[in-house]
C-alpha cells in the first residue's frame, strides 16, 4: 500500500506526531522525522536521514506504522433498530437564529405528541429490536419539556413494558432549561441516563442567539436552573451542550466561560446552515477555528493540571480501547439502527430528515417501513464514501454525517467538506492531548 495513505504527519503546539492510521498507534518524532515525512530535508545531513530511516524502519518492522488494513469482508448492517429519538414536542418556547427544525417547529405545524403515538413507538421499538436487550430513546424536540406529561408516561409504560420482554431502556432528553424547576431536575435526574442543558456560552453571544419567543435572551433564565441540576447530577452522564456560529468564532472563551460556571461535562458545535446564511461557517473562517481548538487544547491540559478538571467532548480520546473494525466502518447507524419519530408517528432516518415527507419510511402504528429507504443507509458506509478512502480520520469520523452529506451534497457518499476539515484540527488536538496524558 501506498505508505503515506497509511499514516498521519501533523503539529500540533509546536510538537510534531506520527499517527498510524490503521493500527492507531501514535508517535511523538522530532522535527527532522516530520520534515523528512514532508519531503524537505535540504538543511539535514545524510547521516541525519539514515537515522531518521532506521527509527521508522523500526517501527514498521514492530507492527507500529506503515500497517496494512485488516482484510475483511464488507459487513452487511444488521437492521435491529436499537434507539428511537421521540419527537415529543414540536414546540419551543425559544426562538434561536439558527436552528435548523425551523425555531421547533420542523417547518409544519407546533403541535406535541400524543400518548397514544409515542406508547406505539416504545411498542415498535420493541417489536424491532430483536435480541437486543439494550435499548435507547432520546427526548427530543422543539423542547421536550412542553409535553412533560407524555415524556413521563412513556418512561412509565416503557419500563413496564421492559420488564415484559427482557429489555433495558437508557433515557436521554435535551432540554433548553427554560422550564427546569426542582421537581422536574429532579425527576430527570433520577430517570434519565443522559441529559443535555442547551447554553451557547457567555451570556452576550448566548442572548444574541438564543432567544425567547419575545426576543429575550436566555441566559439569566437557565444558568442557575442548569447549576441546581448539576448539583444534584453526581457522577452520571450530562452535557451542557452548544453551539458555535460566525457570530463567536472566538469559541474557545464561551467553552471555558461554561466550564468556570461549574460545568465538567461540555460540547460546543460547529453550527452546520445553509449557504449564504449569516451565521454559517464558511472556508475562510476555518483557520481562525483551528488556531481556537489550539488555544483551548493548551488551556484545557493547563487546567487538568491545576486541578480544574473538565470534559470536552471532542478531546475525548482512547486510542487503546476504539472500537472494533466493523464499528469503524458503519457510522452512527441512522435509518438503521437508529430512527427518529415525528409527533403524528411518521418514522424518518434520524432527527435531521423529520417533516422532509421523501424520507418518510412509515409510521409507528403501521409498524411498516419503507425499506427502499432504509436500503440507502444500510448499504452506505465508510467504503463507499470514495473521498474517505485516503483520509487519515477516517476510522474517528467513520465517514461524516451522512444527513450533511445529503443536504449539502445530494449525495449520501459524498461528506460534508466544512465538517470534515474542522473534525480533523479536533482530532489532531485530541490525539496532542492524549500524547500529554501519556507522557
Known amino acids: 500500500m501506498d505508505i503515506l495513505l497509511s499514516m498521519h504527519c501533523f503539529e500540533c503546539l509546536g510538537e510534531y506526531f506520527l499517527y498510524d492510521i490503521e493500527s492507531g498507534a501514535l508517535h511523538v518524532v522530532d522535527r527532522i522525522v516530520y520534515d523528512y515525512l514532508q519531503g524537505d530535508?535540504?538543511?539535514?545531513?545524510?547521516?541525519?536521514?539514515?537515522?531518521?530511516?532506521?527509527?521508522?524502519?523500526?517501527?514498521?518492522?514492530?507492527?507500529?506504522?506503515y500497517t496494512n488494513p485488516p482484510q475483511v469482508p464488507r459487513q452487511i448492517k444488521e437492521r435491529v433498530i436499537k434507539s428511537l429519538c421521540l419527537h415529543v414536542s414540536h414546540d419551543c418556547n425559544l426562538r434561536c437564529k439558527y436552528c435548523f427544525a425551523g425555531?421547533?417547529?420542523?417547518h409544519g405545524d407546533r403541535l406535541n405528541m400524543s400518548i397514544d403515538i409515542a406508547l406505539a413507538s416504545i411498542d415498535f421499538l420493541i417489536a424491532n429490536s430483536g435480541t437486543r436487550h439494550n435499548l435507547e430513546v432520546d427526548f427530543f424536540g422543539g423542547e421536550p419539556l412542553l409535553n412533560l406529561d407524555v415524556l413521563k408516561k412513556t418512561v412509565e409504560y416503557a419500563n413496564a413494558q421492559g420488564a415484559i420482554y427482557n429489555k433495558q431502556f437508557l433515557f436521554t432528553t435535551t432540554t433548553n432549561g427554560l422550564l427546569l424547576n426542582k421537581e422536574t431536575s429532579d425527576y430527570l435526574n433520577q430517570t434519565m441516563e443522559n441529559v443535555v442543558l442547551s447554553l451557547d456560552g457567555r451570556?452576550?453571544?448566548?442572548?444574541?442567539?438564543?432567544?425567547t419567543a419575545g426576543n429575550k435572551g436566555s441566559y439569566d433564565l437557565i444558568v442557575d436552573k442548569y447549576r441546581y441540576f448539576r448539583s444534584i447530577r453526581g457522577n452520571k452522564s450530562y452535557y451542557v451542550r452548544g453551539t458555535f456560529t460566525a457570530l463567536n468564532l472566538d469559541f474557545c472563551a464561551d467553552v471555558l466561560h461554561i466550564a468556570d460556571l461549574g460545568f465538567d461535562q461540555i460540547s460546543l458545535e460547529p453550527v452546520v446552515l445553509s449557504k449564504g446564511d449569516v451565521l454559517e461557517i464558511r472556508q475562510e473562517h476555518l483557520q481562525t477555528i483551528f488556531?481556537?481548538?489550539?488555544i483551548l487544547a493548551k488551556e484545557y491540559i493547563e487546567r487538568r493540571q491545576n486541578g480544574r478538571w473538565f470534559s470536552f467532548f471532542h478531546f475525548v480520546l482512547d486510542l487503546e480501547n476504539s472500537p472494533c473494525y466493523k464499528k469503524k466502518l458503519s457510522g452512527c447507524g441512522a435509518g438503521v439502527k437508529y430512527l427518529a419519530v415525528a409527533p403524528n408517528g411518521d418514522i424518518y432516518p434520524c432527527h435531521q430528515f423529520v417533516g422532509e415527507k421523501e424520507y418518510c419510511m412509515g409510521n409507528v402504528q403501521s409498524g411498516v417501513i419503507d425499506e427502499s429507504i432504509r436500503d440507502i443507509f444500510a448499504s452506505t458506509d465508510l467504503t463507499t464514501k470514495p473521498k474517505c478512502a485516503s483520509c487519515w480520520a477516517k476510522y474517528h469520523c467513520s465517514g461524516g454525517c451522512n444527513a450533511n452529506a445529503i443536504h449539502f451534497n445530494n449525495d449520501i457518499s459524498v461528506p460534508y467538506e466544512i465538517s470534515c476539515e474542522i473534525f480533523k484540527k479536533r482530532l489532531e488536538c485530541a490525539l496532542y492531548i492524549y500524547s500529554k496524558a501519556h507522557e
Open 291 to 294: 488556531r481556537q481548538y489550539e
Open 103 to 106: 425555531q421547533g417547529a420542523y
Open 41 to 65: 530535508i535540504s538543511c539535514y545531513s545524510k547521516n541525519q536521514i539514515d537515522e531518521v530511516i532506521d527509527e521508522l524502519q523500526q517501527l514498521t518492522d514492530n507492527g507500529l506504522l
Open 203 to 211: 451570556k452576550s453571544v448566548n442572548d444574541e442567539l438564543r432567544v
